[in-house]
């Protein structure tokens, strides 16, 4: 059975956009459209990290995403950051 998708609430769960991002051993933002002030993501391939205050994870130091792992933001977007633990983990972000 697979598991249920996301539940998005805010902002009418109005979908504002998509964006796929390749993390390499460099901490990447997000590039987030007008009037979003959800980000659901999904890591697949690798393992990585992330953080919300604004300060870049290290492939050590920041919240450990495994593949097929889900996280959730709201509020300031452009402070969320993340990084490669080791190889290529792809990010999937849906904005709302």
């Known amino acids: 059975m697979a598991a249920p998708g996301p539940m998005i609430t805010g902002a009418g769960g109005k979908p504002l956009g998509y964006q796929q991002i390749t993390l390499t051993g460099t901490a990447a933002g997000l590039t987030v ?7 659901y993501a999904i ?9 919300d205050d604004g300060t870049a994870p290290t492939t ?8 097929g792992g889900t996280v959730t933001f709201g509020g300031n977007l452009s402070a ?9 983990p792809t990010l ?4 709302y």
């Open 92 to 95: 999937n972000v849906s904005y």
């Open 80 to 88: 969320v950051k993340f990084i490669a633990v080791s190889g290529s």
């Open 33 to 39: 459209p007008a009037g979003a002030s959800i980000a």
């Open 60 to 67: 050590s130091l920041g919240m450990l995403i495994p593949i």
């Open 43 to 51: 890591v697949e391939v690798a393992t990585a990290r992330w953080r």
